[in-house]
């Protein structure tokens, strides 16, 4: 990245008889330099830049419980210049120091607009690495300020709104994050906010939400009056495209907020990418790693008898790497999954060097053995296919006359009273991404990128299909965690071959969960002709919904315009509550894993149920 690694953490010993290929970092880095299509590079430096924060970080702060011990809390750049240039450490120097910062932002803010560009414009030149005459040319015209009050938030922890490349003009701010387990308290570890790190002048902010292009991995709020200097996502964006070396600086200023231990276990942590219908591992296998889901559904087998489904968050073979035994079933990818592998090894030395990760595995196993002990009671029949844990939803017209749109719209109505969702659909991807993104497969990375981004800021995503066989409808079959067939059941079903062409779009083929919903006009209307729907199909479970005649409104037009659908929804019935006695609040209950059935049996249970009742 231009400048010397001072950063060697680990050190490499050969165990058997290995034939290595070593590349010089200079020469790769020259080859970057020299090569006149630097747009590739930068999508290199993205992917790494997306593997730490989506695989190492996540891994170790969401399911670790790891926090401060991820960064380095006094950057490596400014412990090399004097102290009045790189400002001030408030733990190091004690209360009497706020007042001085304050000054020293007072002071600058009323210096006239001029002196305040000169000041932010070399600041940002010396972190980019660029002269002042390339920076009035480039920096300059994108340049704005922004003043922090005391304990104000410059970047809040799992947002992804004011995404900015900025640089500490005058004060000081702190990096903090919320504790990934609010019962960590119990075993004497503090709560959120209990840690902090600083950021220092001439500091840049912001680099791997920019990298990365996910939501904020923490807090950054001002420890005192401070005035940042910043350039939007979007002109720092065109910034790039102009001179591309500027995202080594930009990586750069995030390496060295990563402690050494974080450096470290980047060397030992896996990432396991896995297509549908690929084995994660089989039964019997030996257990040598645990695996954390962050992307994706897995379904555990034995014997064919389905044990057990995963999705993101999940924890798998924790329970025979403890035990040292070996694995007790297979576990396959339902759809494209990603997940961290955690060696044996790798888990011995985190949790000897901090024990809060020992208390994090008792709770895990805690959680799975009462899971266990609960669907082994007697009174209770086990379903391993039931909603657990849900991410995505893919909804798929079965014919053209399905309301597609509106369905979609009173769904999302009915799942948003409990859970944070978005609705995505073609049109609306296209707006935000491109009409590229959308329809051509070659864009399939970002694309994928952007739509993982989306499960991890909201709990559930509905994917709307195409009616036709899109790329679009491809992704969104490949995406899901359940696939709801939406059809009209006062029609006959169409020819079987319509819905399989679409369900084997995908070369794998599609083996998540699909349940048929099917749709009656009029409070009155009686189902009927299921068996015809149901004969020889591969469903999983039926639904039978009263459909509101409003969803059918637009059936007379023959371009159904989606912005006026969604208008409509918006203004006469999102802002009222949904009827929780309705058929789509059935259904979201079910689909979100907030449904509860009461089964009697005998004549006796009845009757103390009226009773009870009465």
Known sequence: MGKPSLLKTVSLKATLKTRL???????????????????????????????????????????????????????TSSTKKPLKQRGLSLRNYGGGLKPKLQRMSTEFENSNEEIKISVALTYFCEALNISESEGNILIKPYLRFLKLEENQTLYEEGSNDGASIGVVVSGLLKITQESAYSDMSTFGYEDKD???????????????????????????????????????????????????????????????????????????????????????YRKNDFSDSVFVALSGRLRSVSEKIVIEEFGRGDVLGIVEVLQQNPRTTTVLAVRYSQLSKIPEGLLNFVKMQFPQVGFRLVRLLGRYYSGRVSSSSPLAIPDPMTQRNLHTIAIFPATFDVPLVAFTCELYHALSVTTKIIRLSSKFVVERLGVEAVMQRKADFRLMHWLNSQEDTYQLVIYECDYTATNWTRRCL??????????????????????????????????????LVLLWRGADAVPKGTYEWLKGSWFSAHHHIHAPDRMFSWESKVEKNENEILNFYEHHVFPFTIDVHSDFARLGRLLSSNAVGLVLGGGGASRCCTCWIN
């Open 194 to 280: 209990s840690w902090c790190a600083y950021v220092n002048t001439r500091e840049l902010v912001g680099g791997l939400q920019f990298l990365t292009d996910e939501p904020s991995f923490c807090t950054l709020r001002a420890a005192c009056p401070s005035i940042v200097a910043l350039i939007d996502k979007k002109d720092a964006d065109l910034l790039i495209e102009k001179k591309p070396s500027l995202v080594f600086p930009i990586a750069y200023s995030v390496l060295q907020r990563l402690s050494s231990f974080v450096r470290a276990i980047d060397f030992a942590l896996g990432w396991v990418l896995l297509d549908s219908g690929e084995a994660l």
């Open 478 to 515: 490949s995406q899901a965690d359940a696939i709801i067939v939406v059809a009209c059941g006062d029609q006959k079903p169409p020819e079987k071959h319509f819905i399989d062409e679409h369900l084997k779009m995908n070369q794998d083929g599609i083996r998540s969960r699909k349940e």
């Open 21 to 75: 290929a070593k590349y010089s970092l200079v020469n790769f880095y020259n080859v970057f330099i020299e090569n006149p299509d630097q747009s590739a590079w930068i999508r290199t430096i993205q992917i790494i830049a997306t593997r730490l924060r989506h695989i190492v970080l996540t891994t170790l702060h969401q399911h670790l419980g790891l926090s401060e011990e991820l960064v380095n809390k006094h950057s």
